[in-house]
């Protein structure tokens, strides 16, 4: 298991964007396959992005293609959310989330071994 910590929420009006970030810890960084999700209040949690170990593969929720970018930086242990053209509906809680092994097409959040605590994104109308 890794452990995960999420930074770069906050507050931002519609049209905005963000960029989150999650470091990991350990030394097999590369070996996961990296998620983010998200929960907004009342809402289960949702995938948003998810990317391969290597970075070759990608999966995008419908809702935030063409406007969100998942990347990462294996020399830095990072994944990172760009978020862009934020809606009022974006808002919710964002997670970063890992598993070790090949990619897959389950994005389920069982799928998903170790959770970040979450960083609240809010959009504003």
């Known amino acids: 298991q890794v452990q995960l910590v999420e930074s770069g929420g906050g507050l931002v009006q519609a049209g905005g964007s963000l960029r989150l970030s999650c470091a990991a810890s350990?030394?097999?960084?590369?070996?996961?396959?990296m998620a983010w999700f998200r929960q907004a209040p009342g809402k289960e949690r949702e995938i948003v992005a998810a990317?391969?170990?290597?970075?070759?593969?990608?999966h995008y929720a419908d809702s935030v293609k063409g406007r969100f970018t998942i990347s990462r930086d294996n020399a830095k242990n990072t994944v990172y959310l760009q978020m862009g053209s934020l809606k009022p509906e974006d808002t919710a809680v964002y997670y970063c989330?890992?598993?070790?092994?090949?990619?897959?097409?389950?994005?389920?959040?069982?799928?998903?071994?170790?959770w970040g605590q979450g960083t609240q994104v809010t959009v504003s109308s």
């Open positions: 350990g030394r097999t960084f590369s070996l996961y396959r």
């Open positions: 989330a890992a598993n070790r092994g090949p990619w897959g097409a389950s994005m389920q959040v069982a799928d998903f071994g170790s």
């Open positions: 990317l391969s170990g290597g970075g070759g593969f990608t």
